[in-house]
């Protein structure tokens, strides 16, 4: 399983914006392949984004998309932001 995770720095007091932005992406979101899509709020105006995916073809398959996404946030962020990959070599579902 390999997982694409991207730290954001939001302009201050967009976070919810942001979010809320994100949400109504979600048919798009659908379309790339993910198995998982989690945003954490760690307050301060930052989130993580992680999208878990079945193969490294997926992940690399999502990257135009992704792209495209992570540019209608872009009004949201303080800077840029970078999708990075990673394996999972654990992901308990309880």
């Given at each position: 399983?390999?997982?694409?995770y991207?730290?954001?720095?939001?302009?201050?007091?967009?976070?919810?914006?942001?979010?809320?932005?994100?949400?109504?992406?979600?048919?798009?979101?659908?379309?790339?392949?993910?198995?998982q899509f989690?945003?954490?709020?760690?307050?301060?105006?930052?989130?993580?984004?992680?999208?878990?995916?079945?193969?490294?073809?997926?992940?690399?398959?999502?990257?135009?998309?992704?792209?495209?996404?992570?540019?209608?946030?872009?009004?949201?962020?303080?800077?840029?932001?970078?999708?990075?990959?990673?394996?999972?070599?654990?992901?308990?579902?309880?």
């Amino acid at each position: 399983m390999y997982a694409s995770y991207i730290e954001f720095q939001h302009k201050p007091g967009k976070t919810a914006e942001a979010i809320e932005m994100t949400k109504q992406m979600e048919a798009d979101l659908r379309q790339m392949g993910m198995k998982q899509f989690i945003i954490v709020d760690k307050g301060d105006d930052s989130s993580t984004l992680i999208a878990l995916y079945d193969t490294a073809q997926a992940y690399y398959a999502a990257g135009p998309k992704a792209a495209e996404l992570l540019g209608r946030l872009s009004d949201f962020m303080a800077s840029p932001p970078e999708r990075k990959q990673a394996d999972v070599p654990i992901n308990f579902i309880f």
